[in-house]
């Protein structure tokens, strides 16, 4: 050791009378630079639960709770983000992940606390001074970490679609489907969304993992219809699609269709369904549409007999009466039905209850009885002319349309409704030739049809004409017919949250059509209910117990005929929940 | 500082050349230039300050990329030349002739990365991390999640909800029960 090494400590004693360097508490002119990683704040309102930020977590801090402020609701499941900043690196992985862009970082660094639990906080539930900050480190547009843009389908474009029934969305090439995949987060947000509540992150993930047949196997925990629901189904499920909130959903449905058209050929095989012990509890149902065929496949899979009552000569229901070819062709929706025959289901085609077959022998003969009928009848509106030749029910033209029939539309036709069965006619009477205008009471955005549906019937030429209902309805001697209209304003919201349209006085104007199609609601065949006497609700739809779908002792209805119309996924739900309960009430 | 640019394109080869701003540029050498390359920026294009040595790990590509960022006082301008070496045995030329402080930054990448710089001295002395007995952490295949489930404990009293798993608990119990009860049916070994 050198005499230096000695002297040297005192050296740093020549400052020790100058003013230090260091800074006084509190520090609160040192704020940190304006886009600084300092403590996480968050908009608990815009935040979704959905955990994308739990999972991208390198250092696992954060951890989704209960809060007493939020509850679980559709789209949000109600947990909220407490992060741990003993772990916490500052990294903002979890901000530049954030699907709501609800997370954020203050620019705020200096806190001091003596209990080491004050580290671990809700950001925005818990109070803190930062809570509010407009300065601090924001998810930017460019490093969003998912894709914003969606995989658009090759489809055919309206001018060379108008005029045909084929199919005109082609599906996705693989690449395509990887891609879409990839931008899914899995965060789960949709299942509940469903009403089968299907595992789409789970199908998802297997595209990403090439692996379809598995994809195929998970869908059909939840859907034995996922080919036709791949193509029609209303994805209530894309909109509350947590990526939804800064760029567009998830292709949801395409990918299912993806599945579904990759695997279909070889369903058996992948399926490889094995045989289930026999129960001898028979089952019969009646409709063999969407939710009659899942109920019928769910209870063969639990050991049960099933036969089928349809009253048509083709199984599919709404499905194969309902929906025109374009979206969802015979071929595809008839491969789908032929499997689930395949599992020994029996039907009895052209048998229609209360006409050749009584009820209650049906109720005599089986275990328990599944109403899955649906609302085939179109509803009328109160005003004159309606039995007018030349005006007819959306489900009656369909019908006509979907047997091949191609009933006279002329060369103007008006749609009456705002509906997906309104979206059929019209884009079904474009395809038989037809100028068509859609007049409907409400304004655009309160159309119930999807927003697709729409769009693309507006491309292939068809006019609006909101705010509009008619009022009378007659024919003139050339035969055409002279439909009088009426002027709406929306007033105030009614029952179902939409604005009630009133009539503006003295706005009368006259239209005239070769047709007029009137597609403003099913409801369930009156004289069908009247045979069976079942308890039925002010809508004519059956009533039954809400968590069971039970009506009666062994009696269950599902589908349109207990909800009045809606989508063929929520009857795919109700015939799976049938399915269940009547297996339960089986089983004792 | 084109003609800058010029005159290392001629002598070593440089290629992707990203003019990133008037006073910082970014170039590529081969391996086997990048000792002569620093060298000369040093001793004759006046780039007389190491300001760090930085690396990426290209697993994808199976290299690692060094990026040596030299700084000019004179005319105040920077540059990051880069170069690229075998992942699977990495191994670099030593610059801690040129600058003695070069010695920490190899040290540190020797650490985090794994890159031996053979007669650096002290290049194997830890460095941060003490008793480190795992893959150089900063490398992409080593997996933090893993390295700390198996290193520290965890938290008491911790816990965390899924939030798929609350909103069947909250706002579908009847259908996540049905939901359960029917999947099985379509699965082998149930």
Redesign the interface.
């Known amino acids: 050791m050198s005499l230096k090494d000695v002297i040297s400590p005192f050296n740093a004693w020549k400052r020790a009378f100058e003013k230090p360097d260091t800074i006084v508490k509190p520090m609160s002119d040192r704020e940190g630079a304006p886009n600084y990683r300092g403590f996480h704040i968050n908009d608990i309102e815009k935040c979704i639960?959905?955990?994308s930020c739990?999972e991208i977590c390198?250092?696992?801090a954060i951890?989704?709770?209960?809060v007493a402020s939020c509850?679980?609701?559709?789209g949000d499941?109600?947990?909220r983000p407490l992060i741990?900043y003993?772990r916490c690196c500052w990294c903002a992985l979890c901000v530049d992940i954030c699907p709501t862009g609800s997370l954020g970082m203050s620019n705020d660094y200096t806190w001091i606390s003596e209990d080491p639990e004050d580290y671990r906080f809700v950001p925005g539930v818990d109070d803190k001074k930062w809570n509010g900050a407009d300065k601090g480190y924001r998810r930017q547009e460019e490093a969003w970490l998912v894709e914003p843009e969606r995989e658009h389908m090759p489809e055919k474009t309206p001018e060379d679609r108008k005029n045909d029934f084929d199919e005109y969305a082609m599906g996705f090439s693989d690449e395509q489907a990887e891609a879409e995949a990839g931008r899914c987060l899995e965060?789960?947000?949709c299942?509940?969304a469903c009403p089968?509540?299907m595992d789409v992150p789970k199908y998802i993930s297997e595209i990403k993992n090439k692996d379809l047949d598995e994809g195929l196997?998970i869908m059909?925990?939840?859907n034995p219809m996922l080919e036709a629901c791949g193509r029609i189904c209303t994805a209530k499920c894309e909109d509350v699609c947590a990526v939804g909130h800064s760029g567009k959903p998830i292709a949801i449905r395409s990918l299912k269709r993806y599945i579904g058209d990759k695997t279909y050929r070889k369903k058996d095989e992948i399926?490889?369904?094995?045989p289930?012990e026999q129960t001898g509890k028979k089952v019969g149902i009646i409709g063999g549409g969407p939710a009659g065929l899942t109920a019928a496949f769910?209870l063969r899979?639990?050991g049960h007999s099933v036969t089928i009552y349809e009253q048509h000569d083709k199984l599919g229901g709404m499905l194969k009466w309902g929906i025109p070819d374009y979206r969802l062709p015979a071929d595809v929706l008839q491969r789908e039905i032929d499997f689930i025959l395949r599992q020994n289901v029996e039907v009895k085609y052209n048998t229609k209850i209360g006409k050749d077959i009584s009820f209650e022998q049906l109720h005599k003969d089986n275990d328990a009885v599944f109403i899955g009928v649906g609302a085939q009848i179109g509803s009328d509106m109160p005003i004159t002319g309606m039995d007018t030749e030349g005006v007819y029910s959306g489900v009656e033209f369909l019908e006509k349309v979907a047997k091949g029939e191609r009933p006279y539309v002329g060369k103007e036709a008006v749609i009456v409704g705002g509906g997906n069965t309104a979206m059929d006619a019209t884009r079904s009477s474009i395809r038989l030739g037809a100028e068509v205008k859609v007049v409907y009471r409400r304004s655009e955005k309160e159309m119930p049809a999807n927003r697709e549906e729409i769009r693309e019937a507006k491309e292939e030429g068809a006019e609006l004409m909101i705010l509009t209902t008619p009022s009378k309805i007659e024919k003139l001697p050339s035969g055409r017919l002279k439909i009088e209209c009426l002027k709406m304003e929306l007033g105030e919201p009614d029952s179902s949250g939409r604005r009630r349209p009133v009539p503006k006085e003295g706005s009368e104007f006259y239209i005239e059509a070769d047709v007029c199609i009137m597609a403003v609601g099913q409801k369930v065949e009156p004289e069908f209910s009247e045979t069976i006497g079942l308890k039925v609700t002010k809508w004519g739809t059956f009533e039954v117990h809400s968590?069971t779908l039970k009506s009666d002792e062994k009696v269950y209805a599902g589908g349109d005929c207990q909800t009045g119309p809606d989508d063929a996924i929520r009857a795919v739900?109700a015939g799976?929940?049938a399915?269940?309960?009547i297996?339960?009430q089986f089983k004792g | 500082m084109e003609e800058m640019i010029e005159r290392i394109k001629l002598k070593f080869n440089a290629k992707d050349i990203n003019r990133q701003k008037a006073t910082l540029v970014f170039f590529s050498v081969e391996k086997k230039d990048l000792e002569a390359c620093v060298l000369y920026m040093k001793e004759f294009e006046g780039y007389s300050n190491l300001t760090m040595i930085s690396a990426t790990d290209w697993i994808e590509t199976g290299t690692f990329g060094l990026t040596y960022h030299l700084h000019n006082y004179k005319n105040r301008t920077d540059v990051g030349i880069k170069t690229y070496i075998d992942r699977k045995n990495p191994s670099m030329v030593s610059i801690n002739t040129l600058w003695a402080g070069a010695r920490v930054f190899e040290r540190e990448l020797k650490e985090m990365f794994g890159i031996d710089f053979p007669g650096c001295p002290r290049v194997d002395d830890p460095f941060a991390l003490e008793g480190w007995d795992n893959l150089p952490p900063m490398r992409k295949d080593f997996d933090t999640v893993k390295y700390s489930e198996e290193t520290y404990f965890p938290r008491p009293g911790r816990s965390t909800k899924d939030n798929v798993t609350q909103m069947e608990e909250k706002l579908y119990a009847v259908e996540a029960e049905v939901k359960k009860g029917i999947a099985k049916t379509v699965r082998k070994n149930k």
């Open positions: 639960g959905c955990g739990e390198q250092n696992a951890d989704l709770v209960e509850q679980a609701k559709p499941s109600g947990l741990d003993g965060c789960g947000i299942i509940q089968t509540h196997r059909f925990e939840t399926m490889d369904l094995e289930v769910y899979r639990l968590d739900a799976k929940k399915a269940y309960f297996d339960k």
